[in-house]
């Protein structure tokens, strides 16, 4: 695997300099883009409450607000910002058409040069079923918004594994918070400052990757035990567990509590029988999850039934995107192959 890596680099190490460049260019337009959006809603605020704010009388505003001389002159700016802003957006999307079209062709060259015996595609339609059938994610249905980014088929060991990159933005806690703040004067406009102008403008990442509740890897397949029900293995956190306590779509689980001190300090339990939920995470199998945990470095998620196997890893990045930063080293291809060889051999491993 590591002379494949090193080939791999060397035929790609120029196009990842392009694709650092073209992401800086990128993040530049889309920083100007929300930062004259802000002025823009700022100047509508300042606009609207003029009329009960002595303060905007000041020297500094007046030259903006409409009198009977001069009474469109609060359109002058914003007509400006308008201009400004569409002008940016012009800049934005085009330099974020061609930043994404370089990605995904060095991603697709990487993929294919690094596992040949495998399908590889980009225009995979987002595995709904699969995902809603996991159970991992305790508010997303069936008309959740779930967006693929790639797919990945391969056959080892008699046993199909089927390896996707999602990105899904859930109705949880957080987001139905935000929503109710979205329904009160004053604060909704504090929110979108928050959530769609200073994240994006504080944040280096691209603005269609900063709304996910999760973006990371996800794989299915077949489990050569027969359940009843289902067992579902989550990362030991907080978020995790108050939305799995709120959430009403899992009202049949029991929390499963196990003996290895290890495991759980690393994951919650959670399934529809405690009996056969001890009969799938065997002592063996445990050790092999927290394992499998260290060699991903990040969180992960598992679940059993119906002969199913289902495995999510987090990565706030994406699996077919490129991490932030500099693109220089051999580490960000070591990374893809390692993560990719992984969960092709998990039916192996587990």
Request: proline letters at 4%; aromatic letters at 12%; one cysteine or more.
């Amino acid at each position: 695997m590591q002379h494949s890596v090193q080939k791999v680099y060397t035929e790609t190490s120029k196009a990842l300099n392009d694709i650092c460049k073209r992401r800086k260019r990128t993040l530049f337009f889309q920083k100007i883009m929300w930062g004259i959006t802000g002025l823009y809603l700022l100047l509508m605020i300042l606009f609207i409450v003029s009329n009960y704010v002595s303060i905007l009388e000041l020297p500094i505003f007046k030259s903006i607000l409409p009198t009977q001389n001069n009474p469109y002159a609060n359109m002058y700016p914003i007509a400006g910002l308008l201009v400004l802003l569409y002008i940016t957006t012009f800049f934005f999307t085009r330099a974020f058409q061609k930043f994404k079209l370089k990605e995904m062709e060095s991603m697709a060259k990487m993929v294919k040069m690094l596992f040949p015996q495998v399908e590889f595609t980009q225009g995979a339609a987002a595995p709904i079923k699969e995902v809603v059938n996991s159970k991992f994610f305790s508010w997303v249905k069936k008309d959740t918004p779930v967006y693929s980014y790639g797919q990945i088929r391969g056959r080892l060991s008699n046993s199909i594994v089927n390896i996707a990159d999602i990105g899904i933005v859930e109705h949880n806690i957080s987001n139905k918070v935000t929503g109710g703040l979205m329904h009160i004067p004053i604060l909704n406009m504090l929110v979108v400052f928050y959530q769609y102008i200073f994240k994006n403008m504080a944040s280096n990442t691209m603005a269609d990757n900063q709304y996910f509740t999760f973006r990371g890897m996800f794989c299915w397949l077949q489990f050569k035990k027969k359940l009843n029900g289902h067992t579902v293995v989550l990362p030991n956190n907080p978020t995790t567990k108050w939305d799995r306590l709120a959430s009403l779509n899992f009202k049949e689980e029991q929390r499963i509590h196990l003996e290895d001190p290890r495991f759980t300090d690393n994951f919650r339990v959670y399934g529809t029988d405690q009996v056969e939920a001890r009969y799938v995470l065997s002592s063996s199998l445990m050790e092999r999850i927290v394992a499998l945990k260290e060699k991903f470095d990040r969180p992960i998620f598992l679940s059993f039934q119906n002969r199913q196997m289902y495995l999510a890893v987090l990565n706030k990045n994406g699996l077919f995107s490129f991490p932030l930063g500099k693109l220089e080293g051999i580490k960000v291809i070591e990374e893809l192959a390692n993560d990719i060889d992984t969960a092709l051999g998990i039916s192996n491993g587990l």
